[in-house]
């Protein structure tokens, strides 16, 4: 039986690497226990002028986390294809996709979306209008957030 709040299909051996990245201290500590095969950032991504992002922690008390730009952070990784990007931006998704849309391959795009929200419906516009079809919705209701996966069309 599937677990909730699983996803319903595996990304292992798919031959990806990854890079997850998190800005709350706590959360972030319990992404490093779980030993992903991936690199990991504790920051925020920085979608406007805001170069670092408060967090009251119950461990480490009150901290300061980086806010980077996406495109900073893939250039230093020497990207140009992505493939996944989860985002749960709480608002910025917009902003981040904007930036990064034109100059980085991305394969699957994953959104959280919150019931009702103008700036979700104007991702999907975004995303459907580059090229990318709405595959599926995983839908968390008694939070009222879908994640919905978005597929880049292939190039014939």
Known sequence: MERPGRCPFSLRGLGWDGLLIEPHPGHYRQLRHRHRKASTLRACIRSNSSASKAFVDEIEGHMITPCLWMESILEAMGKKTVDLLRLDAKDQEMNILQAIHSNYSINVI???FVEGSDSD?????FLMNHGYHANHQFVNHPLHRNDMVFTKEKQV
């Open 121 to 125: 419906m104007n991702v999907m516009k």
């Open 110 to 112: 994953t959104v959280e």
